[in-house]
């Protein structure tokens, strides 16, 4: 599986796209720097906010309202998603063999998970029906934790990208 990992990778730096993003196009990486930045924003900010009522800071908010900021948080997701994308197909070699990157993406999995418990375990309407000073369940405050964490660690391992391994 590996292997052909490593041969797709090598066609997709091929493509016109990788050659567009690695340079045909001078505004085209600075462009997606400064989305990806904007899109992390919005989703950490949006899900900060939920994850910490949940562990009970700002108790007097109702759960409801504070989870009306997810759609702005998957939009971020969705930015992030899209330059992130991007950003591999304009160098894959980059990033297929920096542990950096494995650990981000390992931590991406563990959020997606982590977001698909609160959601399939009844934990949201649990959540919502939070009234003002009330305290969130202990499931879900595990998972505001786990959440807060995982994000976090998205975070730092894409930072290091440039720092481990020798790839950039």
């Not at 567009?20 to 904007?38: N, R, V």
């Not at 971020?76 to 591999?88: K, R, S």
């Not at 009234?131 to 879900?140: D, I, N, Q, T, Y």
Request: glycine share 12%; aromatic share 14%; hydrophobic share 55%.
């Amino acid at each position: 599986m590996w292997n052909e990992f490593l041969i797709f990778s090598k066609w997709l730096e091929t493509t016109h796209l990788s050659h567009l993003m690695a340079g045909g196009w001078k505004w085209g990486w600075p462009a997606c720097e400064t989305l990806h930045f904007i899109g992390l924003s919005m989703l950490l900010g949006c899900i900060g906010v939920v994850d910490l009522r949940m562990l009970g800071v700002g108790k007097s908010m109702p759960g409801a309202p504070v989870h009306k900021l997810v759609p702005w948080a998957v939009a971020g997701f969705l930015i992030n998603a899209i330059t992130g994308v991007l950003f591999f197909i304009g160098a894959p070699h980059q990033y297929i063999k920096n542990v950096a990157f494995l650990f981000k993406m390992l931590f991406l999995v563990v959020a997606g998970i982590n977001i698909l418990l609160f959601y399939t375990t009844g934990m949201l309407k649990r959540v919502e029906a939070l009234g003002p000073g009330e305290e969130a369940p202990v499931g879900a405050k595990v998972i505001s934790a786990v959440s807060i964490f995982s994000w976090l660690m998205v975070l730092y391992w894409g930072r290091m990208l440039p720092f481990v391994g020798n790839a950039f």
